[in-house]
């Protein structure tokens, strides 16, 4: 029973402790003197006082069992302890699709297909796999750009990548805005890899006529150099700084090298972040033009429908 409550972080059931030898008024008892605290019907754990999102996790799990964590909850898992979060976030649980079950308080249930198919049964605790989990959160999502943020996210996580998800989405036959998330999904198969990256193609480059630039390529012999958005032949390159993932010094050190590293190769860098791409695009895609047809680009720019 020991090694039990270390591998579900001190949760147990029932009938679980039943297996392990135990009679029914030995349950009492442990209760009585509050070795165990109830949690769900059914489901304890071994101390008093807060349980931690682990615990809740493995709760949720054990309570509607057999199930497993699903969307936000089965991603905060697939990312480890350390992936910050609400602890008092409700806990997201997947059951096969012919169940009915309610729900008590702080878990959130939903039915899937093919569940058996779709989890890491050996996972601690049980989840969907990620690729499923994020196009359950991107479906639901509020905007397109948290739906992009979500898929992105996964992606640049470097758990999951491009084919993985459009696997995904192929083998789901119900899920919403299909259309919109397999263009996503294409996109960062493509090459984009966050946020400010697909929303630098969709409302940059792509409706205004910009040449289609290469992505993430590796740009040095000497080390891991990578260029967020290469106009190769024409000597530009476009960095897009998040910020969000600038925010040391270590990461803006590395941005000023590989701007270095352009000016030596002969290249103009123009550094763009989530404004010049979300609030002013068209101008944007207007001064990029413009650079381009300085360093040689003979296409022509194109005014979108949204250009003033």
């Not at 309570?63 to 008092?88: K, M, N, V, Y």
């Not at 969907?128 to 959160?137: K, T």
């Not at 700084?241 to 090298?257: C, S």
Request: hydrophobic share 40%; with cysteine; proline share 5%.
């Amino acid at each position: 029973m020991a090694e039990l409550l270390e591998l579900q972080a001190g949760v147990i059931t029932r009938r679980q402790l039943l297996e392990a030898g135990l009679a029914p008024h030995d349950v009492r008892r442990m209760l009585r003197r509050r070795e165990l605290t109830r949690v769900h019907d059914g489901v304890f754990v071994d101390h008093t006082g807060e349980l931690t999102w682990l615990q809740r996790a493995w709760a949720g799990v054990l309570f509607a069992a057999p199930a497993a964590l699903a969307d936000e909850s089965a991603i905060r898992a697939a990312d480890g302890p350390g992936r910050a979060g609400s602890e008092a976030a409700p806990i997201h649980i997947a059951v096969d699709r012919k169940r009915t079950m309610f729900e008590p308080d702080g878990i959130r249930i939903q039915r899937m297909s093919h569940l058996e198919d779709r989890v890491l049964w050996n996972a601690s605790p049980p989840r969907v796999r990620l690729e499923h989990a994020l196009l359950g959160v991107a479906a639901r999502a509020p905007t397109d750009f948290r739906a992009i943020a979500t898929l992105a996210d996964g992606v640049q996580s470097r758990r999951t990548n491009g084919a993985r998800l459009e696997a995904a989405l192929e083998s789901t036959r119900r899920v919403a805005r299909r259309g919109f998330l397999a263009g996503v999904i294409a996109d960062i198969s493509g090459g984009t890899c966050s946020v400010l990256e697909h929303g630098y193609l969709t409302k940059v480059e792509r409706p205004h006529g910009l040449p289609l630039a290469s992505r993430q390529a590796r740009a040095s012999a000497r080390g891991p150099i990578y260029r967020d958005v290469d106009y190769a032949p024409v000597p530009v390159v476009v960095e897009l700084d998040g910020r969000l993932f600038h925010d040391n010094a270590t990461a803006r050190d590395r941005d000023l090298e590989r701007d270095l590293f352009a000016v030596v190769g002969g290249a103009t860098t123009g550094r763009v972040g989530w404004g010049q791409v979300f609030d002013r695009p068209c101008v944007t895609a207007e001064l990029v033009g413009i650079l381009l047809a300085q360093r040689g680009w003979t296409g022509t720019f194109k005014r979108c429908p949204d250009c003033s």
